[in-house]
C-alpha cells in the first residue's frame, strides 16, 4: 500500500512546544492582562496535556522509501517484527 | 599543403599498437573490479573501474591458478600488466599478470589522501555542521535491509521518541556498488522531502567492510544533503570519511538514533514543569490583585465595604482552588464584582457627591443632617466641592 508524503502540519509536537514555551514565557514575565493570562494558562495547560499524551501514546512508524520505475518516490508500508 | 597520402585501418592501428604498447610496458593499477566473468576457455575477463573511468582487463588461462583469491564484483585490486591493443575490434585492455586483494596498507593510503583531499576543500570545517533539529518528526534512515541494525534502532526510538515516523531506505552497506548506491539513497530522500534528519548506519566490520563509507562519492552526497545527516558506522574505534563530512557523527547505529532525538522522559518532566510555571505565574498574579483591591478599599477610608473585601478575599482564594477547571469563568465573575465595588466606593465618595452640587453640613466639626440639632446662631461649617465657608444660622 502506497503513502503519501505527510507535511509537518500547524499541529506538529514542535510547534506545540514551541507555542508553550511561549506562554510560559508570557506568563512568567506577567506583562499580559489578567484576563489575558487566564485564557493563556488553559491554552498552555491544553497543550502540556496534548505533548503529554502524544509522548506516551504515539507509536513509532516505519515506511519503506520506493523508487517505482519512473523514478517517482513513494512511501510503502514496512514489515515490522 | 598536399593531402599526405591515406593510411590503412591496419596500418593506423599496428602505430596505435606500437605507441601504446611501447609507452605502457609494465605498470600497476588500482580499481574495482566489476562484470568479472572466468570464460569456458579458462580466461578471466573483467572491468576494472574507479569514479570516472573504466578499463577492460583480460587474465590469461595460465596466469589464473596463480591467483590466491577469487576475483568478485566490487573488490578492490591491485593488477600488474601491461597495455595491450586487440587489433581486430581496434580496443585496449590491460593484460594482466597479476593480481592482488587491496590491502590494509593500500586502504589506509587512500583513507588518508581522500581524508587530506576533502578536508582541503574545508568538506570537515565545523562551520559547515548543521545544527540536529531538536525534535524531528520525519527519520530517513539508510542502512542494510538485513542484519540488526535497523532493529537495534528501531528499538531505541520506540523506547526514547515514539512520535517520530521513520523512513527507510534499505541499500548495499558493503561490496560492489554500495557506495553508489548509499549516496544514490541520500539524494532520494532530498528530492522525497519532508525529511527532518537523516541517518545514515551500518553495524560493525573490517575496514573492507567499511570502505564505501570512505568513499568520495559517499562523502560529496552527505556534503551535498540539504537534510542534515547523523553517521553511525561501524563500533565506537571505527572512523569513516563519511564520520567526518556528516552534521554529527555518533560512534554506533544505536547511539545514532540516541543521539537524534530527545528522550520522552526528559520531555515529559519539562512539560510537567512548564505546568507548574504556569501555575505559580497566575498565583502571583491572583495574589498581586488581591493586594491591589485591598489597597484600593483602604485609599478610600471606608467602613462599609470591608465585608465587600472580605468576599472579595474568599473568591480569590477560590479561584486559585479551583484553578485548573472553569478558572476563567470565575475569574469574570470576581472581576465583575470588582468593577462593581470600585464604582460603588466612588459613588460613596463625599467629594464625588460635592461635585455634583451637594453640600455637606458640619456643626462644631461634626456632620450634621438633620434640622432638629440646628438652633439659630448656630456656627456652621458648609463644605462645597471647591471648599468651605462657615455661616451662622438666621433663622429655623
Request: with cysteine; proline share 4%.
Amino acid at each position: 500500500m502506497a503513502g503519501k508524503k505527510p507535511a509537518a502540519g500547524k499541529d506538529s509536537f514542535e510547534e506545540s512546544l514551541h507555542r508553550l514555551e511561549e506562554i510560559v514565557n508570557q506568563l512568567e514575565r506577567g506583562d499580559v492582562p489578567l484576563e489575558d493570562s487566564l485564557r493563556l494558562y488553559e491554552e498552555g495547560i491544553q497543550l502540556s496535556r496534548l505533548c503529554a499524551e502524544k509522548l506516551t501514546r504515539a507509536e513509532t512508524t516505519l515506511k519503506r522509501l520506493h523508487k517505482d520505475l519512473d523514478g517517482k518516490l513513494t512511501l510503502m508500508d514496512e514489515e515490522q517484527e | 599543403m598536399a593531402d599526405q597520402a591515406p593510411l590503412s585501418v591496419s596500418a593506423l592501428t599496428q602505430r596505435i599498437k606500437m605507441s601504446l604498447e611501447r609507452t605502457f610496458p609494465s605498470l600497476a593499477i588500482v580499481g574495482e573490479l566489476s562484470n568479472v566473468k572466468l570464460h569456458s576457455s579458462g580466461h578471466l575477463y573483467f572491468t576494472l573501474k574507479d569514479e570516472a573511468s573504466q578499463i577492460s582487463g583480460v587474465m590469461w588461462r595460465s596466469r589464473v591458478p596463480s591467483l590466491k583469491f577469487r576475483p568478485t564484483d566490487g573488490q578492490k585490486v591491485v593488477v600488474q600488466g601491461r597495455i595491450t591493443v586487440y587489433e581486430v575490434r581496434g580496443t585496449y585492455q590491460i593484460d594482466v599478470s597479476s593480481m592482488r586483494t587491496l590491502g590494509a596498507g593500500d586502504l589506509q593510503q587512500a583513507f588518508e589522501e581522500l581524508k587530506r583531499k576533502l578536508m582541503e576543500e574545508g568538506l570537515f570545517d565545523a562551520e559547515r555542521k548543521r545544527p540536529l533539529p531538536p525534535y524531528p518528526e520525519q527519520i530517513g534512515i539508510i542502512t542494510s535491509p538485513t542484519g540488526a541494525v535497523l532493529h537495534d534502532m528501531l528499538h531505541v526510538f520506540r523506547r526514547r521518541y515514539p512520535v517520530a515516523s521513520l523512513v527507510f531506505r534499505p541499500t548495499r552497506v558493503q561490496g560492489a556498488g554500495a557506495a553508489q548506491d548509499i549516496a544514490e539513497a541520500i539524494a532520494e530522500m532530498n528530492r522525497f522531502g519532508g525529511l527532518d534528519l537523516i541517518i545514515v548506519a551500518r553495524g560493525g566490520g573490517s575496514l573492507e567492510d567499511l570502505w564505501s563509507f570512505n568513499e568520495e562519492i559517499v562523502a560529496r552526497a552527505i556534503a551535498g544533503s540539504k537534510i542534515p545527516i547523523v553517521s553511525g558506522v561501524g563500533h565506537e574505534v571505527d572512523v569513516t570519511i563519511a564520520d567526518f563530512v556528516a552534521d554529527l557523527r555518533a560512534p554506533t547505529p544505536t547511539a545514532a538514533a540516541e543521539l537524534s532525538v530527545p528522550d520522552r522522559r526528559a520531555l515529559i518532566e519539562l512539560l510537567e514543569n512548564s505546568r507548574y510555571t504556569m501555575a505559580s505565574a497566575i498565583e502571583d498574579r491572583i495574589a498581586r490583585h488581591r493586594r491591589d483591591i485591598r489597597q484600593m478599599l483602604k485609599s478610600h477610608a471606608l467602613h462599609r465595604p470591608v465585608d465587600l473585601l472580605a468576599r472579595h478575599s474568599q473568591h480569590l482564594d477560590e479561584l486559585t482552588r479551583s484553578m485548573s477547571t472553569s478558572l476563567s469563568h470565575l475569574f469574570e465573575l470576581t472581576a465583575a464584582r470588582a468593577r462593581g465595588t470600585t464604582e460603588r466606593l466612588h459613588a460613596l465618595d463625599p467629594r464625588s457627591v460635592l461635585k455634583r452640587g451637594y453640600a455637606i453640613v458640619r456643626k462644631q466639626g461634626r456632620i450634621t443632617g438633620k434640622r432638629k440639632e440646628l438652633a439659630v446662631r448656630d456656627a456652621l461649617e458648609i463644605e462645597f466641592a471647591d471648599g468651605t465657608v462657615r455661616s451662622t444660622i438666621t433663622d429655623i
